[in-house]
């Protein structure tokens, strides 16, 4: 297994909101210092989980800003700065490398439905416009499209600041492929909580997390004892953890971890349209999984 460049467990933080929608950013600062005090080892801005369909540019910049001030230094920030105009990605990507962000996350480019030629040529335009880490997110269910394991070891192979893939394709033997074919160096991580454990077994050398909002200590025990070869208390801890896991994913992420975050008495707010709040019944269920692993007192 790859020793980690950014660490083993990188958390997909959140964006906090007023009541009224608006970025804030004390209580992202305040996040961005609690995600690193319980433990967890880097942090990923304004991807998915940080609602970024609907924090545009200006505001993203904004939030690098206060993470980065907030962390001053004490773990690597990674920017969300992909898009699915790659013009509009290489030129957001430099104005985020000015900020001194550790590395960029650039997704897979959504709905226009590009051929696996064009994944190579708009991530290869990202990646020569910067000289940062690059680290590739392919989640097909979100982009509709599958990045192929031979476009992203094409990628891995001529770019040579692409260091790494998020992979949450949920498809083991891409993982696989890709983990066999990559250059010394490249790493391979989760992007699914629920797969860090197997993908683990492959090589994989750790996750971009959700659940490490709020089980952080629980989910970095079971990370550090797959990475030590204690496979069996590694399973225990992924078996306990599991219905938490899916229990976040219930609905559209991130209405579930903003929801759960409010139970553990650390509110950031709601999401943005067309996202809406958890339910009553969503909340009372969550509750009752939380209470179950722990999480909250019984």
């Known amino acids: 297994m790859t020793t980690p460049r950014f660490g083993r467990l990188l958390t997909a933080m959140v964006t906090p909101f007023t009541p009224d929608r608006e970025l804030d950013l004390d209580r992202a600062q305040d996040l961005a210092v609690r995600l690193l005090d319980q433990g967890n080892e880097g942090l990923i801005v304004c991807g998915t989980t940080g609602e970024s369909p609907t924090v545009f540019y200006p505001q993203k910049l904004e939030l690098f800003r206060a993470v980065l001030d907030a962390v001053g230094g004490r773990a690597p920030v990674v920017a969300n700065a992909g898009d699915n105009c790659t013009a509009d990605s290489v030129e957001f990507a430099r104005k985020v490398q000015d900020l001194g962000v550790d ?17 190579y040529q708009h991530f290869r335009s990202i990646a020569e416009a910067v000289d940062l880490p690059v680290i590739l997110y392919n989640i097909p269910g979100r982009c509709v499209i599958n990045m192929t394991a031979e476009t992203t070891l094409r990628l891995a192979h001529d770019c040579e600041n692409i260091v790494a893939v998020k992979e949450a394709s949920g498809d083991l033997g891409q993982v696989a492929q890709i983990i066999a074919g990559a250059p010394d160096g490249f790493e391979v991580l989760s992007g699914d909580d629920e797969m860090t454990l197997p993908m683990m077994g492959l090589g994989a050398t750790g996750v971009i997390s959700v659940v490490a ?27 306990e953890l599991l219905p938490l896991m899916k229990a976040l994913f219930m609905t559209a992420n ?8 409010r139970l553990v008495g650390f509110p950031v707010g709601g999401v943005r ?26």
């Open 103 to 119: 590395a960029i996350m650039a997704v897979v480019p959504y709905y226009n439905k590009p051929p696996q030629e064009g994944l």
């Open 254 to 261: 991130p209405i579930m971890v903003k929801d759960a975050l």
């Open 213 to 239: 909002h709020v089980a952080c200590a629980q989910f970095k025990e079971m990370i550090e004892s797959q990475a030590a070869g204690d496979h069996t208390r590694a399973l225990r801890l992924h078996l």
């Open 273 to 298: 349209l067309p996202l809406v709040d958890a339910t009553p019944e969503q909340s009372a269920e969550l509750e009752r999984i939380m209470r179950h692993a722990g999480i909250l007192p019984v």
